[in-house]
């Protein structure tokens, strides 16, 4: 009979062998087997995290298994998850790349402002980041698995937001500090707050927009408070899962494979399902009697634009070298 293992990961992967030998994990105390995340299990990253939990399952034919949580059920927000691991109490966890800016500003990238136009820079400035993902999260105890990208990100509010001047006082949820700065250059009283926190603001009345994604919003039913949705491309932002480096060191070889596999055919299912899941979002949000607003005023992205100009001069001079390396693989934006 096998035993069940506590993991962590790699990103290299051979094959896996089918012959897998059991291993033992010392967690820490009030551990869990869990790989976590605060978004719900039908939002991208929640997606993400049932795949590979399942793949991991099947490509360790058992022997090593972590079971999914989502909704921040474990009361671990995105922002608490790289420590989570770090000091053992989680396996894994999935975390929003921005929420995790206080301890390296490296990942806000995925999502400031205007720096992606479309699918194909998202996946681009991601193949030109990732070596230093992983890296900045080896220097604090843990590999990186795979990343999810979210759609693009826009505003959901209560009345349909089509005028810059609509911005001016709008008390608005983002998603990171730099989504912070941008909106309160542009007007409005903007804070960052968990996704796992938002619904409860806004039925108190003390939020009166959200910056997400359509599958964000899907995936909480946003439209029960905010019937509207503002298409801006702001930014395409990325999810970051990973493992512990501690829980890594005690795997087999095999083992090790095994879960490399299984990050590895997450990763492509996570990048190859966001090329439906757009339109699929905006249908259920039609369904649901949400107005698009696909084409607002230029005034209002112009507005955003001129707020965000410095936050990419700003984030680089943060994060030196390492970031414009990144920018200068990248290269910008590709005309469409």
Known sequence: MR???????????????????????????????????????????????????AALTR??????????????ALGIRSAGML??????RLPAADAFAGSMAADDPLFLLSSLPFLTASFADARRLYDAARP???EALAGR??????????????????????????????????YDATGT?????AGAQAEVLSFADVMTRLRTGTLDAVLSSGDGGAGRRLWEQLPSFTVLNYAWPLSLAFFSEARWQSLSPTLREAVAAAALETEARQWAAIGTRIEANRATMRANGVTLVADPEPALGERLTQAARRTVEDWTARVGERGAAVLRRYGGPQPR
Do not use: C, I, K
């Open 3 to 53: 035993r069940r293992t506590l993991l962590a990961l790699p990103l290299t992967a051979p094959a896996v062998s089918s012959a897998l030998a059991g291993q033992t994990a010392v967690p820490a105390a009030g551990a869990t087997d869990a790989m976590a995340t605060e978004y719900p299990a039908n939002a991208m990253p929640g997606e993400g995290v049932a795949h590979f939990t």
């Open 59 to 72: 490509l360790s034919g058992g022997a090593l298994t972590l079971t999914p949580s989502f909704d921040a």
């Open 83 to 88: 420590a989570a691991v770090r000091e053992g």
């Open 132 to 134: 230093a993902y992983a």
């Open 141 to 174: 105890g843990a590999r990186l698995l795979y990343a999810t990208p979210w759609p693009p990100s826009g505003l959901w509010t209560r009345t349909p937001l089509r005028q810059a001047s609509q911005l001016d006082g709008l008390r608005v949820r983002t």
């Open 181 to 185: 700065e941008v909106l309160r250059a």
